[in-house]
């Protein structure tokens, strides 16, 4: 089946150190990729998407992502933890028919 | 432009009884889907509507329905309620259906049955 496996539950940085969420897939072919963040009691937001495009995605608030076809990855990474980054971060891929498809998510925690 | 609108955004029913969540879309977006989020499933999509009519669906019973009016606007109806439909339930507007359009989530209803 087409999936999205998340490596780390729960991740835990210091503000100022650099974040990464890892993120590996299950497909057949180059899939659409996507990360979106869940601040608590809000809704999804969308960081950045892949779309086979470039293989190095560059989001919203200092995040990016790289595409890796031969390891079936797609890590995202910050260079600088803020606090404000403390979320759920969900990796999501698109299947045949449009579907959203969501991997388990990583809580994203940032000590002071 | 307003963002995507869930209501009620908390909700408590009775196991055996029936709900009605309703999603207002981005103005000018049609295409509406809704998501099902709980700490043991995760998020599960549920289905999709565009234009008035349901465009995908996921692997829910049949007690899981939706519609969507001439102004986009959606509703989910839960039928029969069981104490694991509680969860978080989103919706997220798109401009168009298909791949390429971003989805733009609400801010979710929290249903407990209880």
């Known amino acids: 089946a087409q999936s999205v496996t998340q490596l780390d539950s729960h991740v835990s940085v210091s503000e100022g150190t650099p974040v990464l969420l890892r993120c590996n897939y299950s497909?057949?072919?180059?899939?659409?990729l996507f990360w979106y963040v869940q601040h608590p009691n809000k809704g999804l937001q969308l960081l950045l998407k892949y779309t086979s495009a470039a293989t190095l995605v560059k989001g919203i608030n200092g995040f990016e992502a790289e595409f890796k076809k031969s390891e079936t990855s797609f890590h995202l990474t910050k260079p600088s933890a803020h606090m404000s980054d403390a979320a759920e971060y969900f990796c999501?891929?698109?299947?045949?028919?449009?579907?959203?498809?969501f991997g388990s998510g990583t809580r994203l925690l940032v000590r002071p | 432009k307003a963002g995507v609108t869930q209501t009620p955004r908390y909700l408590i029913k009775t196991r055996g009884q029936q709900v009605t969540l309703s999603c207002s879309p981005i103005s000018g977006h049609r295409s509406v889907s809704w998501y099902q989020q709980t700490p043991g499933q995760g998020l599960q999509f549920l289905f999709e509507?565009?234009?008035?009519?349901?465009?995908n669906k996921g692997n829910f019973p049949g007690r899981f329905s939706g519609r969507q009016f001439s102004n986009s606007r959606s509703e989910m109806n839960v039928s029969t309620l069981e104490l694991g439909d509680s969860a978080l339930y989103l919706c997220a507007s798109s401009l168009d259906s298909g791949g390429y359009y971003e989805q733009y989530f609400g801010p979710g209803t929290r249903l407990t049955v209880t």
């Open positions: 999501v891929r698109m299947d045949s028919s449009y579907k959203l498809i």
């Open positions: 497909s057949s072919y180059s899939p659409s």
């Open positions: 509507y565009f234009s008035e009519t349901q465009r």
